[in-house]
């Protein structure tokens, strides 16, 4: 199959406002509430992703809360990953029920526990490959300035292996089955003809995303700084970004299901159903 970009967006897009009733309800609950249980639950935690703060004392804070930080941390990727996975299954070709889809969601967590680890372990070890022999040459040349470039390799490779692995998830979903191996392997299968396409694909929306982040982030910081440092101030920040994942996460959902379909071709529903 080809991979078309703006057919790809433009059937993401109509996924997301076919199926917007429901992807806003599933969004709020799995990833509006945790994200704003996150700012809530644990204190401080403005100040622990504020990237100007003192990083010693940031050290000690994180240290000393370390145990809540992983609990809430764990909790919240839970709910957040079965909501990615009920989304995809409501914008898939089966047409689930939301229980069905809410089912299917919680079902494939730890398929995408295992996939996030595999992601881990392949970016640390291709990291490790890029980094470790311009790091050296840079050192015996004298030229720390070289360390960049290895820093700008590092940073194009992740996008890459973001989006070789990218369609794991709607493998997982769409592609019924729980095997994590299976699913990147199948997601590694589908983009690999157009990797480069895809990959850019990505990154521009990669980029897209941080701008908008960074100025809403700026702009709604602003309004808590404001408020005070108070619930008050940690409801507007919980608000602000758990919005935003929401938008962003229904999105993301709707591109890589869209992106599945078109390299894997219709399912067997989706021909039966044109045949009915």
Do not use: H
């Not at 809430?72 to 957040?80: A, E, N």
């Not at 990797?195 to 602003?222: D, H, K, N």
């Not at 940690?234 to 591109?255: E, F, P, R, W, Y």
């Amino acid at each position: 199959m080809n991979f078309d970009m703006n057919t790809v967006w433009s059937r993401a897009i109509e996924l997301v406002r076919d199926n917007f009733q429901l992807l806003i309800v599933i969004a709020g609950v799995f990833l509006l509430l945790p994200t704003m249980a996150t700012y809530l639950l644990i204190p401080d935690f403005q100040n622990l992703i504020d990237p100007t703060a003192d990083q010693a004392a940031l050290e000690q804070q994180i240290s000393a809360m370390i145990g809540p930080l992983v609990s809430v941390g764990v909790v919240s990727m839970v709910f957040q990953f079965a909501g990615y996975g009920a989304m995809v299954a409501l914008m898939g070709d089966t047409r689930p029920t939301v229980g069905q889809a809410l089912g299917t969601g919680f079902k494939i967590v730890p398929s995408v526990f295992a996939v996030m680890i595999l992601f881990i372990i392949a970016y640390f070890i291709g990291a490790m490959i890029i980094a470790l022999p311009i790091t050296l040459i840079a050192g015996l040349a004298g030229i720390p300035a070289l360390s960049f470039i290895a820093v700008i390799f590092v940073l194009i490779f992740v996008i890459w292996l973001m989006a070789r692995m990218s369609l794991s998830m709607p493998a997982l979903v769409l592609g019924e089955t729980l095997n994590p191996f299976t699913a990147v392997a199948r997601s590694f299968k589908l983009t690999g003809p157009k990797q480069w396409s895809i990959l850019l694909f990505w990154g521009v929306l990669l980029a897209v995303y941080v701008v908008i982040a960074l100025l809403l982030t700026g702009i709604f910081g602003l309004v808590a700084a404001l408020i005070g440092s108070g619930t008050a101030a940690m409801v507007v920040l919980g608000i602000a970004n758990g919005a935003m994942g929401m938008a962003i996460g229904m999105l993301i959902c709707g591109v890589s299901v869209a992106m599945f379909t078109q390299l894997s071709g219709p399912s067997t529903a989706a021909i039966e159903e044109t045949f009915d």
